[in-house]
């Protein structure tokens, strides 16, 4: 019987068990923190043999192939060891892929990935197709393959998750965009992220397809190194794509397998220009897995987004206040700023990761304030002094969107884009959010004078 270890206890490695337990192999569970109650019950109701808050070398390195969870570094001392000692070490997806026979529609990029991730489930599932979600968002794909395969499947792939691929090969692969985030990861080195992007392409053939941003700079630089041996399909906001998709801002027009199919931009239900950008990536592979020109624009006026990310949780006395707190970088919160005319009361802040906040300086002539969220501001505050006439600072998300609301006029917009990590008063961005949401439907309507 097989030996398998799997490395974290979270919902990848949960389900990676669960199926390797399903396929009769022999299965240890190693955590280095702790596994939360549900879990851990739910691991001795199936009888897997599990472990948490260390790593035991002896059994690990015991092991004939490692699942290994994506926010385990590949420089952790018991990984490195496994790597040293000969072990294949894997993604949860990876080994997942092994037991689905459907199709995949992967996609990755730096942003943008979790809304065209959706989105593309979204129109294909609205069309009637046999479409399954999985990857970097929901639930685990091998936690899914317990019960159910689909004839499709659309999957976020995180560049941690890449890393892991042996085999994996999608039908479909998608890239967003790539700018620089997880540098630590990769030795700070931005040739090594990109390459790692680039990897999810490493396995296609030319009767696959490939999906790319024709604008997007560090895109093109990877293909420098790397070889795209899948048909090359390019979305555009510039220029007319012989084969691929484009807008000029009020048209999307995509030339998909000599068919050519227009969409108004106003029918869509997201907004912002990088969202143009993610609906010309999912409806490309939505039309070319099947979906008709029809329900792809009835599909696009009924999406609703992600929970955190450019999500309007209420209109009160004219004032949209918008939670982006899934906006955790620097470029999330350059398109969510770009993305409205209206002037902006911004609340931004938290874990700064190196941000170089110059980027966002031609999007603050419309922020009327901003509003600094976290324990440390001082670099948040020097980058715009001068920039915005009004920052002020708190620690409190419920006092900051108080003043989002004395300070914004009808027509104006709350928008919470923190372009920072969340850990520092939260515990995570959803948690964030959660508050921000909280705070925002406690508001009363401003008193008419």
């Known amino acids: 019987m097989k030996k398998i270890v799997i490395l974290g206890a979270g919902e990848s490695g949960l389900g990676a068990a669960m199926l390797a337990r399903q396929k009769g192999y022999a299965i240890f569970v190693s955590d280095g923190g702790q596994i939360s109650p549900a879990r851990k019950a739910e691991m001795e109701r199936l009888g897997i043999s599990f472990e948490e808050g260390k790593h035991s070398q002896e059994k690990i390195l015991d092991a004939e192939l490692i699942i290994k969870s994506p926010g385990i570094s590949p420089m952790t001392e018991i990984v490195a060891k496994a790597s040293l000692a000969g072990i294949p070490i894997i993604d949860e997806l990876e080994f997942a892929f092994g037991y689905s026979k459907g199709k995949v529609i992967a ?59 042996v085999d994996f090969k999608p039908t479909i692969a998608i890239l967003c965009n790539i700018t620089p985030d997880h540098l630590d990861r990769y030795e700070y080195k931005i040739e090594h992220y990109i390459d790692s992007k680039f990897g ?13 941003f ?3 700079a560090l895109t093109i630089k990877g293909l420098e190194n790397n070889n795209i041996r899948a048909s090359t399909l390019w979305v555009s906001a510039l220029e007319v794509q012989k084969a691929g998709a484009w807008t000029d801002g009020e048209t999307l027009t995509y030339a998909i397998a000599g068919e050519s199919v227009s969409v108004p931009v106003d029918s869509l239900s997201i907004q912002g220009k990088h969202n143009l950008l993610n609906a010309l990536c999912a409806g490309s592979a939505a039309l070319i897995a099947g979906v008709s020109d029809v329900d792809l624009m009835l599909s696009f006026q009924n999406f609703k987004n992600a929970p955190h990310r450019m999500e309007q949780i209420r209109e009160l006395d004219g004032v949209k206040f918008i939670n982006d707190s899934k906006g ?17 009361i911004w609340i931004a802040g938290g874990v700064d990761k190196g941000n170089d906040y110059s980027i966002l300086l031609p999007s603050t002539e419309k922020v009327k304030c901003l509003i600094c969220l976290g324990k440390d501001n001082d670099k948040l505050k020097m980058a715009f002094a001068g920039a915005i006439a009004d920052i002020r600072e708190t620690q409190d998300i419920a006092e900051a969107v108080n003043w989002g609301q004395e300070l914004a006029e009808s027509g104006d917009i709350v928008l919470l884009s923190p372009a ?8 995570n961005y959803e948690d964030r959010g959660m508050q921000f949401r909280v ?9 008419i004078a």
């Open 200 to 212: 999810i392409f490493k396995n296609m053939t030319l009767d696959d397809q490939a999906i790319l």
């Open 214 to 216: 024709a604008e997007d």
């Open 439 to 447: 705070a925002v439907e406690n508001l009363k309507p401003k008193a």
């Open 328 to 344: 955790t970088n620097v470029e999330a919160t350059a398109y969510a700023l770009a993305s409205y005319e209206n002037p902006l």
């Open 107 to 165: 996609i990755t990029g730096t942003n943008g990935k979790t809304t065209t991730t959706l989105l593309t489930y979204h129109l294909m599932k609205e069309a009637g197709l046999d479409v399954g979600l999985a990857g970097n968002v929901g639930k685990s794909w091998a936690g899914q393959l317990l019960e159910e395969d689909h004839k499709w499947w659309v999957i976020e792939c995180s560049s941690f998750q890449i890393d892991g691929f």
């Open 420 to 427: 920072c990590a969340s850990f520092d008063l939260f515990r």
